[in-house]
């Protein structure tokens, strides 16, 4: 079992930034892949980022150029930096690790994004 942790959710403004953290129980270091999801109210769950055991990371094409994903094994964490933050970010953020066949999931963080 591995237990996730998001944090560092919030309100912010428009055009501003946030770091999200996303800290396991366990080494991530053989994570197959961590990846972040958002989901809006009324809408489906949707992946935002992905970073691999081999540090490749993809980006879902609304948040290219503004969203970085990264790792940092020593502290079993993932982070999501978030830049030039727009309204329709706002979303429950969801750390979500994959090991093998088993899939584990957070209890997500509150991004919203308002003037």
């Known amino acids: 079992q591995v237990q996730l942790v998001e944090s560092g959710g919030g309100l912010v403004q428009p055009g501003g930034s946030l770091r999200l953290s996303c800290a396991a129980s366990r080494s991530i270091f053989r994570f197959n892949v961590v990846n972040w999801y958002r989901q809006a109210p009324g809408k489906q769950r949707e992946l935002v980022a992905a970073?691999?055991?081999?540090?490749?990371?993809n980006y879902a094409d609304f948040v290219k150029g503004r969203f970085t994903i990264s790792r940092d094994n020593a502290k079993n964490t993932v982070y999501l930096q978030m830049n030039s933050l727009k309204p329709e970010d706002t979303a429950v953020y969801y750390c979500n690790a994959v090991i093998s066949y088993d899939s584990f999931w957070g209890q997500g963080t509150q991004v919203t994004v308002s003037s």
């Open positions: 970073i691999t055991v081999g540090d490749s990371t």
